[in-house]
T-cell receptor
Framework: DTEVTQTPKHLVMGMTNKKSLKCEQH?????MYWYKQKAKKPPELMFV???????INESVPSRFSPECPNSSLLNLHLHALQPEDSALYLC??????????????FGPGTRLTVL | GIQVEQSPPDLILQEGANSTLRCNFS?????LQWFHQNPWGQLINLFY???GTKQNGRLSATTVATERYSLLYISSSQTTDSGVYFC????????????FGAGTRLFVKA
């Protein structure tokens, strides 16, 4: 199984809502990533987890809160978002972070609209 | 930080034509990947190629790490090749941050 799954596919939320994005992989990978992609722009790295520990936080606002409950799951908790946070949120995984084992595989993404 | 530049930014091809996409990067890298993003947003892995040459069907890629560039060759293009092609690198020092180039937007006409 070489698939990364993400739920939901689409999400519309108000600025006062709390919601979560979910990502799952069953490839035995130990590194997982969240990216944000605005329209007609490249993906931008938000967070990296390695062996369930947060390795990189790219100065992401605290209204985005990542969680890695186990090696197969990655969540992104959303609270008090702004309309400019509307984007495609992509999850990825790799074997780990070491060279030669860091090929990333992406999920289909969640399209988030903040009203 | 590391800079990643892709060229050309846009490309229109007639079906059956060949093309070369380029990715330049400004520093040493641990990893370089080529992706195709389809109209639905899915990023499809094409190549994991920090150095050397690889081929997969009509696609091939070459990375010359010492000269800090990578090339993606598409031969006998098909309409299904349309989409955005991204080069993504992971810097060689200072952590494991992945940086994407701005992409090449390809449209293949029937």
């Amino acid at each position: 199984d070489t698939e990364v799954t993400q739920t939901p596919k689409h999400l519309v939320m108000g600025m006062t809502n709390k919601k979560s994005l979910k990502c799952e992989q069953h490839m035995g990978h130990r590194a997982m990533y969240w990216y944000k992609q605005k329209a007609k722009k490249p993906p931008e790295l938000m967070f990296v987890y390695s062996y369930e520990k947060l390795s990189i936080n790219e100065s992401v606002p605290s209204r985005f809160s990542p969680e890695c409950p186990n090696s197969s799951l990655l969540n992104l908790h959303l609270h008090a978002l702004q309309p400019e946070d509307s984007a495609l949120y992509l999850c990825a995984s790799s074997q780990d972070l070491a060279g030669g084992r860091n090929e990333q595989f992406f999920g289909p993404g969640t399209r988030l609209t903040v009203l | 930080g590391i800079q990643v530049e892709q060229s050309p930014p846009d490309l229109i091809l007639q079906e059956g034509a060949n093309s070369t996409l380029r990715c330049n990067f400004s520093d040493s890298v641990n990893n370089l990947q080529w992706f195709h993003q389809n109209p639905w947003g899915q990023l499809i892995n094409l190549f994991y190629i920090p150095s050397g040459t690889k081929q997969n069907g009509r696609l091939s890629a070459t990375t010359v790490a010492t000269e800090r560039y990578s090339l993606l060759y598409i031969s006998s293009s098909q309409t299904t090749d349309s989409g955005v092609y991204f080069c993504a690198v992971e810097r060689g020092t200072g952590g494991f941050k992945t940086i994407f180039g701005a992409g090449t937007r390809l449209f293949v006409k029937a």
